[in-house]
């Protein structure tokens, strides 16, 4: 899933797998799994971070190959 900050601040994220550092407006990529992270999902119930879409499966890919 392709996720943005949608605060006006910077925003950290501390998932189990990863810290997401962004900015306001950035977007990252998340695995189906850290979209389950309850860190996440707090933010997500707070909307200061809001899910674009799906990873695409070349964005999916390179992602997993990542971590």
């Not at 910077?10 to 189906?32: H, K, M, N």
């Not at 389950?36 to 390179?62: F, K, M, W, Y």
Request: aromatic content about 0%.
């Amino acid at each position: 899933m392709l996720i943005k900050n949608v605060a006006e601040r910077p925003l950290t994220i501390r998932l189990d797998t990863r810290t997401l550092e962004l900015g306001a407006g950035e977007e990252a990529l998340v695995t189906a799994e850290e979209v389950r992270d309850p860190v996440l999902r707090d933010n997500l119930q707070l909307r200061t971070v809001a899910i674009v879409r799906p990873a695409t499966e070349e964005e999916g890919e390179s992602l997993a190959a990542q971590g």
